[in-house]
Protein backbone atom coordinates (compact mmCIF):
# COMPACT_ATOMS: atom_id res chain seq x y z
CA UNK A 1 0.00 0.00 0.00
CA UNK A 2 1.37 3.76 0.10
CA UNK A 3 3.27 5.08 1.97
CA UNK A 4 2.25 6.88 5.66
CA UNK A 5 2.03 10.21 6.24
CA UNK A 6 5.33 11.58 8.44
CA UNK A 7 7.27 8.21 6.44
CA UNK A 8 10.71 9.53 5.63
CA UNK A 9 9.77 9.17 1.89
CA UNK A 10 7.17 11.76 1.98
CA UNK A 11 9.12 13.91 4.43
CA UNK A 12 11.31 13.89 2.01
CA UNK A 13 8.95 14.70 -1.27
CA UNK A 14 7.44 17.43 1.03
CA UNK A 15 10.85 19.20 1.70
CA UNK A 16 11.72 19.02 -1.96
CA UNK A 17 8.15 20.66 -3.13
CA UNK A 18 9.07 23.07 -0.39
CA UNK A 19 12.40 24.13 -1.55
CA UNK A 20 11.32 24.47 -4.98
CA UNK A 21 8.22 26.46 -3.71
CA UNK A 22 11.14 28.83 -2.13
CA UNK A 23 13.55 29.28 -4.40
CA UNK A 24 10.81 30.49 -6.91
CA UNK A 25 9.25 32.87 -4.59
CA UNK A 26 13.04 34.06 -3.63
CA UNK A 27 13.48 34.67 -7.55
CA UNK A 28 10.37 36.20 -7.95
CA UNK A 29 10.44 38.56 -5.20
CA UNK A 30 14.09 39.60 -5.58
CA UNK A 31 15.13 43.24 -7.12
CA UNK A 32 15.72 43.43 -10.83
CA UNK A 33 19.63 43.70 -11.28
CA UNK A 34 18.77 44.94 -14.35
CA UNK A 35 16.37 47.52 -15.53
CA UNK A 36 16.21 50.20 -19.12
CA UNK A 37 14.44 53.70 -19.50
CA UNK A 38 13.91 55.18 -22.95
CA UNK A 39 13.35 58.51 -23.78
CA UNK A 40 10.85 59.49 -26.70
CA UNK A 41 10.50 62.73 -27.40
CA UNK A 42 9.98 64.54 -24.29
CA UNK A 43 8.76 61.38 -22.88
CA UNK A 44 10.34 58.87 -20.35
CA UNK A 45 9.44 55.15 -20.54
CA UNK A 46 10.45 52.60 -18.30
CA UNK A 47 10.85 49.11 -19.59
CA UNK A 48 9.39 46.05 -17.85
CA UNK A 49 11.59 44.74 -15.43
CA UNK A 50 11.00 41.47 -15.77
CA UNK A 51 11.97 41.57 -19.07
CA UNK A 52 14.70 43.32 -19.31
CA UNK A 53 15.95 41.96 -16.05
CA UNK A 54 16.14 38.59 -18.12
CA UNK A 55 18.08 39.71 -21.07
CA UNK A 56 20.10 41.44 -18.66
CA UNK A 57 21.29 38.51 -16.89
CA UNK A 58 21.13 36.24 -20.29
CA UNK A 59 23.86 38.69 -21.59
CA UNK A 60 25.86 38.43 -18.72
CA UNK A 61 26.48 34.59 -18.44
CA UNK A 62 26.79 34.50 -22.48
CA UNK A 63 29.19 37.09 -22.24
CA UNK A 64 30.76 36.81 -18.81
CA UNK A 65 30.69 40.30 -18.57
CA UNK A 66 29.64 42.20 -15.20
CA UNK A 67 26.61 44.64 -14.97
CA UNK A 68 29.39 47.16 -14.97
CA UNK A 69 30.97 46.26 -17.74
CA UNK A 70 27.56 46.38 -20.01
CA UNK A 71 26.78 49.62 -18.91
CA UNK A 72 30.46 51.04 -19.93
CA UNK A 73 29.71 50.12 -23.52
Known amino acids: MGEDIGSEGEVG ?15 AAREPVFS ?7 EEY ?4 ILSDVVGVWIT ?11 GV
Open 46 to 49: TCDS
Open 61 to 71: ELTGMSREDIE
Open 13 to 27: RVAENLNELLTFYNA
Open 36 to 42: CKYLDGD
